[in-house]
């Protein structure tokens, strides 16, 4: 078998053999095929798509490319959730303290930031001393003794997914339905998990924005989960805005830790109650959604879910006190406050807009290697509706280099967009499929 005849099938329109599949995940971590020939399969396949054979041998080719997750002795039910990728989403630092507080085991692989979209092991690394890179028995040991972990892909579990999710990043071959299924579903195949919650984004800054596809591709996410045993749920959210106000991993934490202490904004409680009471009736810790989400909002509201938060830093090498976390946190050199170019209703905030201003502030990547600035965002000032006066500051920028500043600007005129009225309100949770 050679890898050039099988990305010629793909770009061809053929279909693909299990086999075929298998041969390029498995020789490419073997380092016999090379990054530019996985690139173009990626492309080709990010073009002509994969069928469901394909998706599904894609899926177990990079489950199988490590170990997986094992807790014999734990018979607590463990029930993990993912999104889909967004802007300002911090909903899993909420979120998992929460359900884990409830007494339901989360163990969590996350992804880094990709294209305009944060990721939360990028977040999670902006608190000081936090390590992302539990090895398999470290994972394991925290789960068996806090009931919560949340790691990244490592060289043990999945390291498929680690490598293609880079270089899918780096080659604009993230939006793609059958890619995202086979990413998402072989990292939470791998965590050992009864059930799952999918937030499928939909809106300007997912990845699949129109609501008809971002339906199926929370569909297929919830079959393909199936088919390796977990229970599985989708939320569809409006991902038009960035969530709650801040974007950037540093600015985000904060906004996590404030939601854990009941301050947060919103739109953010709304999702991370939604999507924590799904997990609570998934894992047996309760009887309906509206219990579920009860019960996560008394979790919230007691503080026992920022003790739990507390304790995942603790486990996972943080040297940072919860009561003082929110000063340790890096901070950017400079900020600067954006005004409103005219006055009216804020009809749009685009998400991808805002994404990519913080991208370019330095809170994501343009290349698989560069490194990420953990202070660098956006602070929203006014979101979708807001009424404006010409000058009003919309947004602050945290950076630390003037031409980061100057790029950033750039994405800004189009991101906030106005109205003589006040828009029509858009719902933030769309749907739940599939409980
Ligand atoms: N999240 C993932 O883990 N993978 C994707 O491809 C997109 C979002």
Request: charged residues 25%; hydrophobic residues 45%.
């Amino acid at each position: 078998m050679r890898a050039v005849d099988i990305i010629r099938k793909k770009r061809d329109g053929q279909e693909n053999t299990r086999e075929e599949i298998q041969f390029l995940i498995q020789r490419h971590l073997d380092s016999v095929v090379p990054d530019y020939q996985i690139a173009a399969w990626l492309m080709a396949a990010f073009i002509r798509g994969l069928s469901d054979n394909e998706m599904s041998a894609l899926t177990r080719a990079m489950v199988e490319s490590g170990k997986t997750v094992q807790l014999p002795s734990m018979t607590l039910v463990k029930v993990d959730k993912h999104s889909t990728g967004g802007v300002g989403d911090k909903t899993s630092l909420v979120v998992a303290p929460i359900v884990a507080a409830a007494g339901v085991v989360v163990p969590m692989i996350s992804g880094r930031a990709l294209g305009h979209t944060g990721g939360t092991l990028d977040k999670l690394e902006a608190i000081p001393g936090f390590r992302t890179d539990l090895s398999l028995e470290e994972f394991q040991a925290a789960l068996r003794e806090y009931g919560l972990a949340l790691i990244g892909q490592t060289a043990e579990l999945n390291p498929a997914d680690r490598r293609l999710y880079a270089l899918r990043d780096a080659t604009a071959t993230v939006e793609s339905i059958p890619l995202i299924v086979a990413s998402i579903i072989s990292k939470k195949a791998v965590e050992g998990i009864d059930a799952l919650v999918l937030d499928v984004k939909t809106g300007y800054g997912a990845f699949i924005q129109e609501q008809g596809a971002s339906r199926q591709l929370a569909l297929r996410l919830i079959n393909a989960a199936q088919e390796f045993g977990i229970r599985a749920a989708a939320v569809l959210s409006d991902m038009s805005q960035p969530l709650g106000n801040a974007v950037g991993n540093s600015l985000e934490v904060a906004e996590a830790v404030r939601t854990l202490q009941g301050k947060g904004p919103e739109d953010l409680v709304e999702l991370s109650l939604e999507i924590a009471g799904l997990m609570l009736v998934l894992g047996g810790a309760a009887e309906s959604h509206d219990a579920g989400k009860e019960l996560a909002r008394r979790k919230m509201e007691t503080g026992v879910a920022l003790e739990k938060f507390a304790d995942l830093l603790f486990s996972q090498g943080s040297v940072a006190d919860i009561r003082r976390l929110l000063d340790e946190l890096p901070r950017s050199r400079h900020v600067y406050e954006y005004g409103s170019p005219r006055e009216g209703y804020l009809a749009e905030c685009r998400a991808d807009q805002i994404g990519w201003a913080s991208v370019a502030l330095g809170a994501g990547r343009d290349r698989k290697e560069a490194k990420i600035n953990a202070a660098a965002g956006i602070e929203l000032l006014k979101k979708r509706g807001a009424p404006v006066r010409e000058g009003d500051a919309l947004a602050l920028l945290h950076y630390d280099e003037a031409g980061a500043l100057e790029r950033a600007l750039g994405f800004l005129p189009a991101a906030f967009e106005f109205s003589e009225t006040p828009p029509p309100p858009r719902p933030l949770v769309q749907e739940i499929l599939g409980c």
